[in-house]
Structure formats: C-alpha cells, structure tokens
C-alpha cells in the first residue's frame, strides 16, 4: 500500500536558520511526489513538484530513491514561511487515468523571529 | 481566473441528517477530485470524476455517501444519515484535462456533525 510519512507534526525555528521538513514514501513503482503548503486561512496549494526540479519561495526538494525520500529544504528561513507543510505522491504521468494524491499528516512549520 | 469554490464554508448538522456539499471547479477542468481530512488524519482521497463520469471512487467509505456531477460541471456530495465520525474538512480540487495533471484545490468545508 501506498504511504506517506512525516515523522515531524511541528517543527519550529529561528529566523534565518535552515529547515528541512522530512517526508519518506513507500510505493510501488516511480511516483511522483510534490510539497504542498497551506499557509494561515488560505487554500492548499502547491509549492514543488520533483519531476520540475525548480526552487520556489527558496524552497528545493530532492527525490532519494534509495532512501523513498522526499525532504523539503531551505536554507534561510523566513516568517512568512509559517504555514502547514503536506508532503503528497500520486503516480507517474502517464496519460489519462486518476492522479489521486496520497498525503502524509503534514507538518506546521513555525519561524520565530 | 476564478478559482476552485466550495459552498457552505461551514456546515454543523445533528447526526442523522443529511448535508449536500457542492464544489465548482476551474471552468474548462474535466477533472475533479473530492479528498476529506478527519480530525488527526491525513487528507484521504474520496472519488475522481471525469466530467460527469466517476473514474475512481475507491476511497469512498460507504454508501451513505453519494456524490454526482451531472453536466460535467459542478459536483455534489451528500452525506445522509450523517455520523459523528464524518466531521472533518472537505475538499475539492480540480486539474486540467491535459498534462500536467496539478490539481487546484478549494478552500474545504468544514463539516461538524453533533
């Protein structure tokens, strides 16, 4: 079965400091697996995707194979980066069928100042 | 471009009763998702539609669930009788017929059921 984990329900930092928000997967195959965030009385919305390979907001995820895991990175933190962290996978893009997504629990991010 | 909408924002019920939710999507998706997050859990996914045809309703929990989307446009979603372990936050999203596939999601209704 399909899952996604991450380990940390909150997680708070400094200002400036780093932040790494895990998120391992178990699937069987090559799935796609993307951060979502949902920043205070907004919709969820969507930060990274790995097939993009792009940074957003200072934000970079790498896809570990050997490791099923998907952490979000990003080397300065800012207040405006508090919000709630979803870590998500659905299956390759392969034409048409249902891309469901699978979500971990998330994780709420808080940047002190 | 308008994005995804989701009527009531709120919803309190007493068990037993019944709750339509309803969802518009991006004009021009085919595809529309409905996925509900319960308190302490992880958003799950319910049922897919393209258009007005269901293509996965694997996640559906049972038949007091029904949802439709007639005409391909907006879709509803019913609860009835609802229990107390349906409260939690729905949500829609919605993804372009064609690649990449990234869905849009509406802001939820939060559905409280005393």
């Known amino acids: 079965a399909q899952r996604v984990t991450q380990p940390e329900k909150l997680l708070s930092v400094f200002k400036g400091a780093p932040v790494e928000l895990k998120c391992n997967y178990s699937?069987?195959?090559?799935?796609?697996l993307f951060w979502y965030v949902q920043y205070s009385r907004q919709r969820l919305q969507l930060l990274l995707r790995?097939?993009s390979r792009e940074s957003i907001k200072g934000f970079t995820a790498d896809l570990n194979k050997g490791e099923t895991s998907f952490h979000l990175k990003k080397p300065f933190a800012q207040e405006e980066d508090s919000a709630m962290y979803y870590c998500?996978?659905?299956?390759?893009?392969?034409?048409?069928?249902?891309?469901?997504?699978?979500f971990g629990k998330g994780t709420k991010l808080s940047v002190i100042p | 471009e308008a994005g995804v909408t989701q009527f009531p924002s709120h919803s309190v019920i007493e068990k037993g009763q019944t709750v339509t939710l309803r969802c518009d999507p991006i004009?021009?998706?085919?595809?529309l998702y409905w996925y509900r997050r319960v308190m302490g859990k992880e958003i799950k996914f319910l049922l897919h539609f393209v258009k007005e045809s269901k293509q996965d309703e694997s996640g559906m929990p049972n038949n007091r669930f029904l949802a439709e989307r007639t005409g391909g446009t907006y879709s509803t979603l019913k609860v009835q009788p609802a229990e107390l372990e349906d409260s939690g936050v729905y949500f829609c999203?919605?993804?372009?017929?064609?690649?990449?596939?990234?869905?849009?999601f509406g802001p939820g209704t939060r559905l409280t059921v005393t």
């Open positions: 999203a919605s993804s372009h017929p064609q690649g990449p596939y990234e869905q849009y």
């Open positions: 004009s021009g998706h085919d595809n």
């Open positions: 699937y069987s195959g090559s799935p796609e």
């Open positions: 790995h097939i």
């Open positions: 998500a996978l659905s299956r390759s893009y392969s034409g048409a069928g249902s891309y469901q997504l699978t």
